[in-house]
Protein backbone atom coordinates (compact mmCIF):
# COMPACT_ATOMS: atom_id res chain seq x y z
CA UNK A 1 0.00 0.00 0.00
CA UNK A 2 1.53 3.31 -0.72
CA UNK A 3 1.07 6.23 1.56
CA UNK A 4 -0.17 9.31 0.44
CA UNK A 5 2.55 12.13 1.99
CA UNK A 6 -0.58 14.64 1.72
CA UNK A 7 -2.81 12.05 3.55
CA UNK A 8 -0.54 11.44 6.40
CA UNK A 9 0.48 15.17 6.85
CA UNK A 10 -3.44 15.55 7.42
CA UNK A 11 -3.84 12.62 9.97
CA UNK A 12 -0.40 14.53 11.56
CA UNK A 13 -2.60 17.64 11.76
CA UNK A 14 -5.67 15.80 13.07
CA UNK A 15 -4.08 14.57 15.74
CA UNK A 16 -2.09 17.82 16.72
CA UNK A 17 -5.30 19.41 16.60
CA UNK A 18 -7.06 17.02 19.11
CA UNK A 19 -4.10 16.98 21.16
CA UNK A 20 -4.82 20.69 21.41
CA UNK A 21 -8.24 20.35 22.34
CA UNK A 22 -7.26 18.38 25.20
CA UNK A 23 -5.05 20.83 26.18
CA UNK A 24 -7.93 23.60 25.81
CA UNK A 25 -10.53 21.60 27.85
CA UNK A 26 -7.68 20.97 30.66
CA UNK A 27 -7.29 24.90 30.53
CA UNK A 28 -11.14 25.70 30.49
CA UNK A 29 -11.92 23.30 33.50
CA UNK A 30 -8.51 24.52 35.45
CA UNK A 31 -10.09 28.02 34.82
CA UNK A 32 -12.67 27.46 35.96
CA UNK A 33 -12.33 25.66 39.79
CA UNK A 34 -9.50 28.36 40.42
CA UNK A 35 -12.32 31.05 39.57
CA UNK A 36 -14.64 29.17 42.32
CA UNK A 37 -12.21 28.78 44.64
CA UNK A 38 -10.62 32.37 44.04
CA UNK A 39 -12.60 34.94 42.46
CA UNK A 40 -10.95 37.96 43.56
CA UNK A 41 -7.87 37.08 41.07
CA UNK A 42 -10.47 38.03 38.10
CA UNK A 43 -11.30 41.58 39.39
CA UNK A 44 -9.80 43.41 36.60
CA UNK A 45 -11.05 39.78 33.58
CA UNK A 46 -13.64 41.77 31.33
CA UNK A 47 -15.75 40.16 29.21
CA UNK A 48 -16.96 41.70 25.77
CA UNK A 49 -20.50 40.15 24.71
CA UNK A 50 -20.13 41.20 20.97
CA UNK A 51 -16.85 39.89 20.13
CA UNK A 52 -17.39 37.41 22.72
CA UNK A 53 -13.42 37.62 23.91
CA UNK A 54 -12.23 37.79 26.91
CA UNK A 55 -9.57 40.91 28.04
CA UNK A 56 -7.81 42.64 30.63
CA UNK A 57 -8.89 46.06 32.19
CA UNK A 58 -6.90 48.01 34.35
CA UNK A 59 -8.96 50.48 36.06
CA UNK A 60 -6.28 53.43 36.59
CA UNK A 61 -5.21 53.53 32.92
CA UNK A 62 -9.11 53.09 31.92
CA UNK A 63 -7.81 50.76 28.79
CA UNK A 64 -8.21 47.73 27.65
CA UNK A 65 -4.79 46.01 27.49
CA UNK A 66 -5.03 45.66 24.37
CA UNK A 67 -4.92 49.28 23.96
CA UNK A 68 -9.08 49.37 23.08
CA UNK A 69 -10.26 52.69 25.53
CA UNK A 70 -13.38 51.92 27.48
CA UNK A 71 -15.20 53.85 29.69
CA UNK A 72 -15.77 54.31 33.08
CA UNK A 73 -17.87 55.26 36.04
CA UNK A 74 -16.75 58.20 38.49
CA UNK A 75 -16.29 55.15 40.89
CA UNK A 76 -13.42 53.90 38.23
CA UNK A 77 -15.53 50.82 37.68
CA UNK A 78 -17.09 49.86 34.07
CA UNK A 79 -19.80 52.42 32.96
CA UNK A 80 -22.57 49.80 32.53
CA UNK A 81 -23.13 51.31 29.04
CA UNK A 82 -20.15 49.68 28.06
CA UNK A 83 -20.12 46.59 26.14
CA UNK A 84 -17.53 45.57 28.68
CA UNK A 85 -18.55 43.51 31.65
CA UNK A 86 -16.04 42.82 34.61
CA UNK A 87 -16.02 38.91 35.14
CA UNK A 88 -17.21 39.10 38.82
CA UNK A 89 -19.96 41.09 38.11
CA UNK A 90 -21.43 38.32 35.89
CA UNK A 91 -24.19 36.06 37.70
CA UNK A 92 -22.64 32.48 38.31
CA UNK A 93 -25.02 31.13 36.56
CA UNK A 94 -24.21 33.10 33.77
CA UNK A 95 -20.83 31.72 34.00
CA UNK A 96 -21.70 27.88 34.29
CA UNK A 97 -23.99 27.98 30.88
CA UNK A 98 -21.08 29.40 29.29
CA UNK A 99 -18.48 27.17 31.18
CA UNK A 100 -20.88 24.57 30.01
CA UNK A 101 -21.33 25.84 25.86
CA UNK A 102 -17.44 25.80 25.81
CA UNK A 103 -17.17 22.31 27.17
CA UNK A 104 -19.78 20.85 24.78
CA UNK A 105 -17.89 22.77 21.93
CA UNK A 106 -14.47 21.47 22.62
CA UNK A 107 -16.00 17.94 23.56
CA UNK A 108 -17.43 17.55 19.80
CA UNK A 109 -14.99 19.10 18.35
CA UNK A 110 -12.90 16.23 19.80
CA UNK A 111 -15.75 14.01 18.12
CA UNK A 112 -15.45 15.64 14.57
CA UNK A 113 -11.20 15.04 14.98
CA UNK A 114 -12.16 11.33 15.50
CA UNK A 115 -14.25 11.11 12.43
CA UNK A 116 -12.15 12.93 10.02
CA UNK A 117 -9.18 10.32 11.38
CA UNK A 118 -11.47 7.60 10.65
CA UNK A 119 -12.06 8.78 7.32
CA UNK A 120 -8.61 9.61 6.73
CA UNK A 121 -7.08 6.34 7.69
CA UNK A 122 -10.13 4.48 5.42
CA UNK A 123 -9.21 6.51 2.12
CA UNK A 124 -5.23 6.05 3.62
CA UNK A 125 -6.09 2.60 2.66
CA UNK A 126 -7.67 2.21 -0.11
CA UNK A 127 -10.91 1.38 1.62
CA UNK A 128 -12.67 4.85 0.78
CA UNK A 129 -15.96 4.26 -0.35
CA UNK A 130 -17.73 1.81 2.98
CA UNK A 131 -20.44 2.27 5.54
CA UNK A 132 -17.99 3.58 8.26
CA UNK A 133 -17.12 6.69 5.62
CA UNK A 134 -20.82 6.90 5.22
CA UNK A 135 -22.07 6.95 8.91
CA UNK A 136 -18.75 9.33 10.12
CA UNK A 137 -19.96 11.95 7.31
CA UNK A 138 -23.28 12.13 8.85
CA UNK A 139 -22.21 11.80 12.40
CA UNK A 140 -19.76 15.01 11.45
CA UNK A 141 -22.79 16.74 9.99
CA UNK A 142 -25.16 16.21 12.89
CA UNK A 143 -22.27 17.47 15.23
CA UNK A 144 -22.08 20.84 12.83
CA UNK A 145 -25.64 21.53 13.61
CA UNK A 146 -25.27 20.44 17.24
CA UNK A 147 -22.12 22.90 18.18
CA UNK A 148 -23.88 25.76 15.98
CA UNK A 149 -27.28 25.40 18.41
CA UNK A 150 -25.03 25.11 21.36
CA UNK A 151 -23.39 28.54 20.54
CA UNK A 152 -26.03 29.99 19.03
CA UNK A 153 -27.13 32.10 22.47
CA UNK A 154 -25.05 33.96 24.98
CA UNK A 155 -26.11 35.13 28.36
CA UNK A 156 -24.94 37.70 29.97
CA UNK A 157 -26.63 38.43 33.48
CA UNK A 158 -25.52 40.71 35.92
CA UNK A 159 -27.55 42.32 39.22
CA UNK A 160 -28.11 45.39 37.37
CA UNK A 161 -28.82 43.92 33.29
CA UNK A 162 -29.65 40.69 31.15
CA UNK A 163 -27.75 40.57 28.05
CA UNK A 164 -28.75 37.73 25.38
CA UNK A 165 -26.78 37.55 22.35
CA UNK A 166 -28.31 35.51 19.13
CA UNK A 167 -25.46 34.39 17.33
CA UNK A 168 -26.06 32.37 14.00
CA UNK A 169 -22.54 30.49 12.54
CA UNK A 170 -23.05 29.98 9.13
CA UNK A 171 -19.22 28.07 8.40
CA UNK A 172 -20.72 25.36 11.13
CA UNK A 173 -23.78 24.94 8.84
CA UNK A 174 -22.06 24.91 5.62
CA UNK A 175 -19.87 22.34 6.79
CA UNK A 176 -23.00 20.85 8.15
CA UNK A 177 -24.57 20.72 4.71
CA UNK A 178 -21.05 19.52 2.81
CA UNK A 179 -20.96 16.66 5.06
CA UNK A 180 -24.74 15.16 4.63
CA UNK A 181 -23.82 15.45 0.71
CA UNK A 182 -20.14 13.52 1.21
CA UNK A 183 -22.50 11.40 2.93
CA UNK A 184 -24.83 11.00 0.00
CA UNK A 185 -21.98 10.71 -2.37
CA UNK A 186 -19.90 8.19 -0.45
CA UNK A 187 -23.35 6.35 -0.35
CA UNK A 188 -24.06 6.49 -4.25
CA UNK A 189 -20.07 5.41 -4.36
CA UNK A 190 -20.60 2.09 -1.60
CA UNK A 191 -23.20 0.87 -4.23
CA UNK A 192 -21.53 1.27 -7.47
CA UNK A 193 -18.43 -0.79 -5.90
CA UNK A 194 -20.74 -3.24 -4.82
CA UNK A 195 -22.33 -3.29 -7.57
CA UNK A 196 -18.51 -3.78 -9.38
CA UNK A 197 -18.04 -6.71 -7.15
CA UNK A 198 -20.44 -8.77 -7.81
CA UNK A 199 -20.68 -8.21 -11.59
CA UNK A 200 -16.94 -9.71 -11.29
Not at 119 to 135: A, H, M, P, Q, W
Not at 147 to 163: G, P, Y
Amino acid sequence: MSKNLLLSVALFGSRLFNFILWVALICIIGFFIHWRMKPDSYESVCVNIKERRIAFYDPKASVLLSGREIKTAPSGRLDRTSIFFLLNDIKPAAIYFAFVQVVLTILLSMLMVREVVKILKSVRDLETFNNTNIKSFRLLGYFCLTMTAINSVLIISTNQETHIVYNLDLTLLIFMLAAFIMAEIFAEGHKLSEQDQLTI
